[in-house]
């Protein structure tokens, strides 16, 4: 009998429809594990297109402020909201100040100048891109992260793939199941008779796509109706910022702990397509630095809540482009190419920036405005998904992509 | 509810078409075009066209139609100004008055944070009418206790204090009974108090007060309080509640349809600074008037508008300095690519349309100095002669000679409104919208051959469409999933509800994945199934639908007996008669398992 079954049949039989405790869940994913505890991906999206160069600031280069005579940060150290300094080279947005003992600390790595070979500077096909796996192929029908799960038939806990929102984005579209969880506590049909009747309509119904969301739907709110019952403290005196993107991690940290069967996790973040007025009068003023401090203090928070949890954890962010290298006539910047990718997590070589520079002289500049792309975004997720998930088969996470070359992110 | 018990029992249940593969719904090209082919029973295709071209059908829609006959009802959709309003709709859009302002009465009526922090520095008058003085009042000082906390000097705390206490308005026993008495005494005692001291008494309330009797309160009341915690809020109100009721109430049901269709397509972000105050005007005079019109006519009110323009950010978009003579760089204004980029990708050429980055340049420059006088004070258009790019550019292969002006913009739009991959890109749109996710392309061959011989006519494209055989056909019958705002919409009219306060529901179009005017992205919301089908949605709308059903949502009155819905599957209808066989049955379970069913979520 497989797990679901089990867990359909006796579980439910035991305890009625919905109220299987979290223990029982536990003890169904003890019995046919060797450990509950999975090694988890977390997958951060900035919608939009944020500015890796001013959110990873190349302040060794004097090209760069050249470029942006307005909305540059400052040096380390020659102002007192300048960049914070990484590696003599580099160093973050004052506003993310907070990740800067977690880099110390060699748990946060950055790849520079990685992104999509897809010259695209369309918000939605580039996003489509980097969610499908393949870029510049629109014909793809699901999404890398939800092909990077390992097969395990019958083995499968309904909250092995969740985004947090109210959509299931396209990188978690496709054959394994996933599920969207907008908030764990409304994550239920809050009248009892209506959900039963809706659990084995929805189960009942010959409409496929209706029948299948329906049926992961209903596993996965039994699953979390014990987690609802709890109350959830972080530890190590974390705080979560009150923002959509600090909750949804918080809520990823609770589906972590509560060891559900979490492997792979969505969460994005929009707002960052800064055309105007991307910085304020100071550095630590106006658009950017106020999404950079949620972003930054939001991963922090989540990096001290699952403190030794977080070997089993790797958090990669990205974004669909970035911005031209030069600022546009409105204190903002517009459409580019390359970014800046954050790995953290317990497993990760961090302390370092990866990936070649490809520098930001005219000649250098791709297509003559933009930074040059020098690490495929498949590098970085094709490495998480074979050394820290265990998929070998990435030829069909990333179809097309024959010669992936790691960074070493990963021991 | 026998009634209609007894209709869908007696009704041929139609599945759902084959065509939805796992999830990922992968397009199997040749049985769909079969299905395509397949002309639909005639019942199904009242259904269906009711489905696609209204919100969906009140409980004897489907009969007025069939009396009509069906060819007629749909010319009678395509030419709204020949339906009779309902009065239903009239005597709930009135008192929503900032849909009839200007933009400048609007910015005037319900001023911005900006021009309230104006009015504490004395730059500008306090307003006139007593709420509206009170509000900016009380904001503006909080301001400077604010700065007066930031160690700046100016006014502070007693400036919060009303001109009149509310114990000196109300007597002891009346306060009692705002504070903790029954919803209908509570009503009672507002409804008898004369309007003068009404508005002191709201005035003195504390804010958490005055916001728990929002729920128990006439519509004109209800916007005082709106307006005394925050001006701009009523703005925000008046726009959503228009939009609901209009969807619900409204006789002329296509043109509701493609008003939402179009300002999708054509996005604005409510929450983007002046746009909060230039919406509502953006959608009536620029959207509104031209949706079943010419799409350069369409085309260019959006270019125009100043909603559009603050949005997009052509405003501040003005010709890059030539190269500073001294090589000074210091705060130059210049170019910004932001609408020229989304001008041809998203409202006419398409991603695929063929143009290059360096066409979005030049496009650019073609907008330079298209502006906005005053945007603050809800200013208009303005062309701007001295931040216009006046060189010479060239645009998908034109040349737009130097020195045009303001013409260049317009020459852009004439060359994209008229380029063959904008009739494509619109008519496979609309077809997405209206017959299926991935429409044939010999039906999006021929409405884009419709639009380059009517010379964009949006009706025409439309007729083309719906006199088609691939929108009657087998294929398109419940193709679609609805989006959270159909599914609710169709759920309020599919129960003939009586919306009194139409607010409520745009609350739950949040929690449902939809909230109105706020999709961040210019590429608006997707048509498409695979967007809308995921747990937390299905959650919402289950939940959604019981509670409607259940009369628990604020402001809706629901008799579940009425509800009209005739199809359900014979799966459906199993598990709802085993639900009325496990408890006792109530009509409004019955309807909330309806509403919540797979079924009800296509259209």
């Known amino acids: 009998m497989n797990r679901r079954l089990f867990l359909k049949s006796s579980g439910v039989a035991m305890f009625g429809v919905g109220t299987a405790p979290v223990w029982l869940s536990r003890a169904l994913y003890a019995a046919d594990a060797p450990s509950p505890r999975k090694k988890v991906l977390i997958t951060v999206f900035q919608r939009g297109a944020v500015d890796g160069l001013n959110m990873v600031v190349p302040f060794g280069e004097s090209r760069y402020y050249d470029l942006r005579p307005n909305i540059a940060i400052p040096k380390p150290a020659s102002a007192a909201d300048g960049a914070v300094d990484l590696d003599g080279f580099f160093g973050l947005h004052p506003s993310l100040k907070s990740l800067k003992p977690i880099y110390a600390s060699g748990k946060l790595a950055i790849v520079h100048a990685a992104g999509s070979p897809d010259p695209t500077r369309s918000h939605f096909d580039a996003q489509d891109y980097m969610e499908s796996g393949t870029p510049g192929r629109k014909a793809t029908n699901d999404g890398w992260l939800n092909r990077s799960l390992v097969a395990e038939p019958g083995h499968n806990s309904p909250v092995r793939a969740v985004s947090l929102g109210t959509a299931l984005p396209r990188a978690l579209r496709g054959h394994n199941d996933a599920v969207a969880i907008n908030n764990l506590a409304d994550f239920q049909v809050k009248d009892t008779a209506g959900a039963q009747s809706f659990e084995s309509m929805y189960a009942g119904s010959v409409d496929k796509v209706l029948n299948g969301t329906g049926r992961e739907t209903f596993d996965a709110v039994k699953l979390m109706q014990g987690i609802q019952k709890q109350q959830y403290t972080p530890s190590g005196g974390a705080k979560y910022p009150t923002s959509r993107f600090g909750q949804s991690l918080k809520q990823i940290a609770r589906l972590v702990k509560a060891d559900v069967g979490l492997e792979v ?12 007025n991307e910085v304020g009068p100071k550095p630590t003023v106006g658009q950017l630095a106020n999404l950079l401090t949620d972003f930054g203090d939001s991963l922090a928070a989540f990096y001290s809540d699952l403190a030794d949890r977080m070997d089993d954890i790797v958090v990669v962010t990205m974004s669909e482009f970035g911005r031209t290298a030069k600022e546009n006539g409105t204190r903002g910047t517009d459409h580019g190419h390359a970014n800046a990718m954050f790995v953290m997590g317990g497993p990760v070589h961090g302390g370092k920036i990866y ?7 005219q000649e250098q500049l791709y297509e003559g405005r933009d930074l040059a792309v020098t690490t495929d975004f498949r590098d970085v997720l094709g490495e998480l998904v074979t050394r820290h998930l265990g998929n070998r088969e990435l030829a069909r996470v990333f179809p097309g992509y024959d010669a992936p070359r790691y960074r070493g992110l990963l021991g | 509810m026998r009634q209609f018990l007894t209709l869908f029992l007696a009704m041929s249940v139609a599945l759902p078409p084959a065509g939805f593969a796992k999830k990922t719904e992968k397009a199997k090209p040749d049985a769909d075009a079969r299905l395509f082919q397949q002309k639909l029973p005639k019942d199904d295709q009242i259904r269906h066209a009711v489905d696609r071209l209204t919100f969906g059908a009140r409980p004897g829609d489907l009969e007025a139609v069939q009396k009509m006959g069906l060819k ?11 339906i009779a309003e309902n009065p239903e709709l009239a005597a709930r859009l009135k008192p929503l008055e900032s849909l009839r302002m200007t933009q400048a009465q609007i910015a005037a009526n319900y001023p911005t944070p900006q021009l309230i922090r104006a009015v504490a520095n004395g730059r500008q008058p306090l307003p006139e009418d007593p709420v509206l003085r009170a509000s900016v009042e009380r904001i503006a000082a909080k301001y400077k206790a604010k700065r007066a906390a930031d160690g700046d ?35 009672q005692l507002l409804a008898s108090l004369p309007v003068d001291q009404l508005d002191d008494m709201l005035i003195a309330m504390p804010r958490p007060m005055r916001q728990q009797l929002i729920s128990n309160v006439p519509e004109e009341t209800r916007r005082k309080i709106l307006m005394l915690n925050a001006p701009l809020q009523v703005v925000n109100y008046d726009l959503t509640e228009g939009k609901l009721y209009r969807a619900i109430y409204s006789n002329s049901q296509l043109e509701e349809v493609l008003v939402d269709f179009w300002y999708n397509h054509f996005n604005v972000f409510l929450d983007k600074g002046a746009d909060r105050f230039m919406v509502p005007v953006y959608e009536r005079d620029a959207i509104r008037p031209n949706v079943l019109g010419k799409f350069r006519t369409l085309l260019g009110a959006t270019a125009h508008s100043p909603a559009m323009m603050f949005y997009l950010d052509n405003w501040q978009s ?3 300095a030539p190269a500073n003579a001294r090589g000074n760089k210091r705060a130059v204004r210049g170019l910004n690519e932001n609408y020229a980029r989304e001008l041809l990708e998203l409202h006419s050429l398409g991603v695929d349309g063929g143009y290059t980055q360096k066409d979005i340049i030049e496009v650019a420059r073609c907008f330079t100095g298209w502006s906005i006088k005053n945007p603050q004070q809800g200013g208009d258009f303005v062309f701007n002669p001295r931040t216009h790019d006046k060189g010479e550019k060239v645009v998908l292969g034109v040349t737009i000679p130097a020195g045009g002006n303001e013409s260049d913009g317009e020459k852009v739009l004439d060359i994209i409104a008229h380029h063959p991959s904008t009739a494509r890109f619109i008519s496979r749109k609309l077809a997405m919208r209206f017959v299926a996710d991935n429409p044939p392309s010999q039906l999006v061959d021929r409405m884009a051959e419709t639009f380059r011989k009517s010379d964009g006519d949006i009706r025409a494209v439309l007729k083309t469409m719906l006199e088609s055989k691939e929108f009657q056909s087998a294929g398109a019958f ?12 169709s ?5 003939d509800a009586q919306v009194d306060s139409a607010f409520p529901l745009a609350n739950q179009l949040i929690a449902l994945g939809q909230p109105l005017y706020r999709k961040v992205e210019p590429t608006g919301y997707s048509s498409l199934n695979a967007e809308w089908v995921n747990s937390a949605a299905l959650l919402a709308r289950m939940n959604f639908a019981l509670n409607l059903a259940q009369n628990h949502i604020n402001g809706i009155k629901v008799d579940p007996e009425k509800l009209s819905y005739p199809k359900v599957s014979p799966q459906t209808q199993a598990t709802i008669d085993q639900a009325m066989k496990d408890k006792a049955p109530t009509p409004a379970l019955t309807a909330g398992l309806i509403l919540g069913s797979p079924e009800f979520q296509r259209r």
């Open chain 1, 265 to 276: 996790a969505f969460t994005d973040f929009g707002g960052w397509d800064t055309h105007v």
């Open chain 2, 72 to 82: 007629r009802w749909v010319d009678l959709q395509l030419h709204p100004e020949r």
């Open chain 1, 355 to 361: 990936g070649e520079w490809p520098g930001m002289a």
């Open chain 2, 491 to 495: 759920a309020v009219r599919a129960l």
């Open chain 2, 153 to 187: 000097k100016g006014a502070a705390e007693e400036d919060l204090e009303p001109a009149k206490k509310l114990n000196e308005i109300l007597s002891a026993d009346q306060i009692r009974v705002l504070r903790t008495g029954k919803p209908d005494d509570k009503r």
């Open chain 2, 478 to 489: 419940r193709a679609k999933v609805k989006t959270p705002f159909e599914m609710l919409v």
């Open chain 2, 318 to 320: 003005v010709a890059a």
